[in-house]
């Protein structure tokens, strides 16, 4: 693509990203609602109780971690012999 390409791009306004990371949230918490009656919500909440939250935390770095690899993967994978670069819009 040419730059000029690239800089007539829009970028999202405010509340479409914000759209979208409420879209997200509801999106895992119905998805953990839907698992959580599956599994009936007393065992999940015993579970939940028993559970050390270190690891909630280790779990949570350890995604947070991994989505920024893919990312980057994901940027080396365009910029490879010379491709564009998708972030630097």
Not at 25 to 36: D, F
Request: aromatic share 8%; charged share 20%.
């Amino acid at each position: 693509m040419t730059d000029e390409l690239l800089d007539s791009r829009p970028s999202p306004r405010g509340w479409q990203v914000a759209a979208s990371v409420v879209a997200a949230v509801l999106l895992v918490v119905g998805v953990g609602v839907l698992i959580a009656r599956a599994a009936g919500f007393s065992e999940v909440g015993d579970a939940l109780e028993k559970a050390d939250s270190t690891w909630f935390a280790v779990c949570l770095a350890t995604q947070v971690l991994a989505l920024a690899a893919y990312a980057d993967l994901f940027r080396g994978a365009f910029r490879w012999r010379g491709g564009p670069d998708p972030g630097s819009a």
